[in-house]
């Protein structure tokens, strides 16, 4: 590698991907600029040193992950180049904070974990950097926030529809450049005249959103859980399109046969002290109440399976073939001598990887505490809905050879976070494990975090494939006692970046449930998740919703360092 090479800014193309969590280009700027990012490439000074390029990208790449670059907060920031710097100051923090495993070493000097805790959010930065105007100017390596030019990629990536759809007219290119982002302007908000009217900021746009789209949020009047409903906006329209992004009776512990072993304790993250408590919480394992006459029906996966079919094929060697990278010594022998006795010799004589075997195994984490239980979209619960997704997931897999698991979750507390094995690895899928899919019935609470690091240690001891996904069934409400909406939250992106360090791929499905896609984006950070109104609809996104958890688990294994904070207490094997 030449040394041009060495300090060319694309090099950093693989980092920025994963920091981000999905595929971030990066691109050399004027040189002398500050760096930034239109959210899709990140452009870098390059005559700025390698560790300056290293913390600019790293910063810009941390800041579309934590969600810190999200139209409804960059609005705010047009014109508005003093409000945008204090902005910077504090979520770039806090997003070096939520990627703080990734980190690498040279950057860490960067953050100041006290700056970081002063908001949980991107609005709470927001909000912070509004009100105290003497937070200084944000490192030199943190680069700018290019509000305009940001909200002009986004509406201009809105204007691509699928072919036959209508483009809106738009202003010209032109237009947008006169609209500077050095020009402060005061006032609370600067609405963004070039953003989609519908999805944007604009007065109809807002109108259209209350109108279809039904919330539910962790923060609104209630714990969700086994005693007390989530909210519902009255607004909203219980057969709305595509989502972006509960009362039932506590489960009575007398009702499961607890196993024998006395569980396993995995650690918990305290995101205010940012360390963990070790062996904080217990996880169970135990059998699943079976119930007479209920067998769940068997879905129709034909649409489910056809996406899932050239997912997790792995390379065999495969001997005697026509072409390849390599000789086939003993057919190549046989083909000499078959030549030296007159024959005519046979001319497959290499070798070759071909993609024959399935290489994939899928643990399935259906959530079935108490506010999966609430009414969801087309007349189900949301509970009726996942499970039936859960189903059709774990039938169209199993057909197609992959191996795979279902387990469900709820809890009552750090010391009974109990998962009911559905079907383990081993087990054959049969009428027993419908009639256990059929009987589950939602209550209690979700201890998310506890759920994903057993489900972490399973695929890690019984797996047995190389390529590995987990894939969480949840409305996105964590919650339990002493597990509340931001330290919930702030857990449960942990221990998915955990299992993402494992090579085990990460994708979290909210299907029937109209949560608010701000609780779904705090609770799973930058692992691969959708919201989908109803189960018929899975087969449309599940192909490429699988490979985009799939790439990342690998571009983040690619990018950790082996070593462990020194704080961290690894997750039992």
Same mark, same amino acid.
């Given at each position: 590698?030449?040394?041009?090479?060495?300090?060319?800014?694309?090099?950093?193309?693989?980092?920025?991907?994963?920091?981000?969590?999905?595929?971030?280009?990066?691109?050399? #700027?004027?040189?002398?600029?500050?760096?930034?990012?239109?959210?899709?490439?990140?452009?870098?000074?390059?005559?700025?040193?390698?560790?300056?390029?290293?913390?600019?990208?790293?910063?810009?790449?941390?800041?579309?992950?934590?969600?810190?670059?999200?139209?409804?907060?960059?609005?705010?920031?047009?014109?508005?180049?003093?409000?945008?710097?204090?902005?910077?100051?504090?979520?770039?923090?806090?997003?070096?904070?939520?990627?703080?495993?990734?980190?690498?070493?040279?950057?860490?000097?960067?953050?100041?974990? *006290?700056?970081?805790?002063?908001?949980?959010?991107?609005?709470?930065?927001?909000?912070?950097?509004?009100?105290?105007?003497?937070?200084?100017?944000?490192?030199?390596?943190?680069?700018?926030?290019?509000?305009?030019?940001?909200?002009?990629?986004?509406?201009?990536?809105?204007?691509?529809?699928?072919?036959?759809?209508?483009?809106?007219?738009?202003?010209?290119?032109?237009?947008?450049?006169?609209?500077?982002?050095?020009?402060?302007?005061?006032?609370?908000?600067?609405?963004?005249?070039?953003?989609?009217?519908?999805?944007?900021?604009?007065?109809?746009?807002?109108?259209?959103?209350?109108?279809?789209?039904?919330?539910?949020?962790?923060?609104?009047?209630?714990?969700?859980?086994?005693?007390?409903?989530?909210?519902?906006?009255?607004?909203?329209?219980?057969?709305?399109?595509?989502?972006?992004?509960?009362?039932?009776?506590?489960?009575? #512990? *007398?009702?499961?046969?607890?196993?024998?072993?006395?569980?396993?304790?995995?650690?918990?993250?305290?995101?205010?002290?940012?360390?963990?408590?070790?062996?904080?919480?217990?996880?169970?394992?135990?059998?699943?109440?079976?119930?007479?006459?209920?067998?769940?029906?068997?879905?129709?996966?034909?649409?489910?399976?056809?996406?899932?079919?050239?997912?997790?094929?792995?390379? *065999?060697?495969?001997?005697?073939?026509?072409?390849?990278?390599?000789?086939?010594?003993?057919?190549?022998?046989?083909?000499?001598?078959?030549?030296?006795?007159?024959?005519?010799?046979?001319?497959?004589?290499?070798?070759?990887?071909?993609?024959?075997?399935?290489?994939?195994?899928?643990?399935?984490?259906?959530?079935?505490?108490?506010?999966?239980?609430?009414?969801?979209?087309?007349?189900?619960?949301?509970?009726?809905?996942?499970?039936?997704?859960?189903? #059709?997931?774990?039938?169209?897999?199993?057909?197609?050879?992959?191996?795979?698991?279902?387990?469900?979750?709820?809890?009552?507390?750090?010391?009974?976070?109990?998962?009911?094995?559905?079907?383990?690895?081993?087990?054959?899928?049969?009428?027993?494990?419908?009639?256990?899919?059929?009987?589950?019935?939602?209550?209690?609470?979700?201890?998310?975090?506890?759920?994903?690091?057993?489900?972490?240690?399973?695929?890690?001891?019984?797996?047995?494939?190389?390529?590995?996904?987990?894939?969480?069934?949840?409305?996105?409400?964590?919650?339990?006692?002493?597990?509340?909406?931001?330290?919930?939250?702030?857990?449960?992106?942990?221990?998915?970046?955990?299992?993402?360090?494992?090579?085990?791929?990460?994708?979290?499905?909210?299907?029937?449930?109209?949560?608010?896609?701000?609780?779904?984006?705090?609770?799973?950070?930058?692992?691969?998740?959708?919201?989908?109104?109803?189960?018929?609809?899975?087969?449309?996104?599940?192909?490429?919703?699988?490979?985009?958890?799939?790439?990342?688990? *690998?571009?983040?294994?690619?990018?950790?360092?082996?070593?462990?904070?020194?704080?961290?207490?690894?997750?039992?094997?």
């Amino acid at each position: 590698m030449t040394s041009e090479d060495a300090d060319d800014p694309k090099r950093l193309a693989l980092l920025a991907s994963a920091l981000a969590g999905r595929t971030i280009a990066v691109a050399p #700027a004027t040189p002398g600029e500050a760096a930034w990012t239109d959210g899709v490439t990140v452009f870098v000074d390059p005559s700025a040193s390698a560790p300056r390029q290293l913390e600019s990208v790293t910063v810009q790449a941390s800041l579309l992950a934590s969600g810190g670059l999200e139209a409804d907060v960059v609005r705010k920031l047009v014109r508005r180049p003093a409000l945008a710097r204090r902005y910077l100051a504090v979520e770039g923090q806090r997003a070096l904070s939520v990627n703080d495993d990734l980190l690498p070493s040279g950057v860490r000097s960067l953050l100041d974990c *006290d700056l970081a805790a002063r908001a949980d959010c991107a609005a709470g930065s927001l909000k912070v950097a509004g009100e105290h105007r003497d937070i200084a100017d944000p490192p030199a390596g943190f680069g700018v926030i290019k509000a305009q030019k940001l909200l002009a990629t986004r509406a201009s990536a809105a204007q691509v529809e699928p072919a036959g759809g209508h483009i809106p007219r738009r202003g010209s290119s032109g237009d947008l450049a006169e609209l500077d982002d050095d020009d402060d302007v005061d006032g609370d908000d600067v609405t963004d005249p070039f953003s989609s009217p519908v999805g944007g900021g604009g007065a109809l746009g807002k109108l259209l959103k209350r109108m279809t789209k039904s919330v539910r949020k962790l923060s609104g009047g209630g714990t969700p859980g086994a005693d007390t409903p989530t909210h519902r906006s009255r607004r909203g329209f219980r057969g709305s399109g595509a989502v972006t992004s509960g009362s039932a009776g506590a489960v009575d #512990a *007398d009702g499961f046969d607890t196993s024998e072993n006395e569980g396993r304790t995995y650690p918990e993250w305290d995101f205010q002290r940012r360390c963990y408590r070790p062996d904080w919480c217990t996880v169970l394992e135990i059998e699943t109440p079976i119930g007479e006459g209920q067998t769940l029906a068997r879905p129709d996966v034909h649409a489910l399976r056809r996406p899932l079919t050239r997912l997790g094929i792995g390379l *065999d060697r495969c001997h005697r073939q026509t072409q390849g990278d390599d000789i086939d010594v003993d057919a190549a022998v046989e083909a000499r001598v078959e030549t030296l006795a007159g024959s005519t010799p046979d001319e497959a004589v290499y070798l070759d990887n071909l993609r024959r075997r399935r290489d994939l195994a899928v643990l399935v984490l259906l959530d079935i505490s108490g506010s999966a239980g609430e009414a969801g979209t087309f007349g189900q619960t949301v509970h009726e809905q996942q499970r039936a997704a859960a189903a #059709a997931l774990t039938i169209a897999l199993h057909e197609l050879g992959d191996r795979v698991a279902l387990y469900a979750f709820q809890s009552q507390g750090r010391a009974a976070v109990n998962l009911m094995p559905v079907k383990r690895f081993d087990e054959h899928l049969d009428a027993m494990v419908m009639r256990r899919l059929g009987s589950l019935k939602a209550g209690a609470y979700s201890r998310l975090g506890a759920a994903v690091r057993h489900g972490t240690a399973v695929m890690t001891e019984k797996a047995g494939t190389s390529r590995r996904l987990l894939v969480v069934l949840s409305d996105g409400l964590a919650y339990d006692h002493g597990y509340e909406r931001l330290y919930g939250a702030a857990d449960v992106r942990k221990a998915l970046g955990e299992a993402r360090r494992e090579g085990i791929g990460c994708l979290c499905l909210t299907i029937g449930a109209a949560t608010d896609s701000g609780e779904l984006a705090r609770v799973f950070g930058s692992a691969a998740h959708a919201s989908i109104p109803k189960p018929a609809q899975l087969a449309d996104v599940i192909g490429p919703l699988f490979r985009s958890a799939l790439r990342t688990a *690998d571009l983040r294994r690619r990018v950790s360092t082996p070593a462990r904070p020194l704080n961290q207490t690894s997750v039992p094997r």
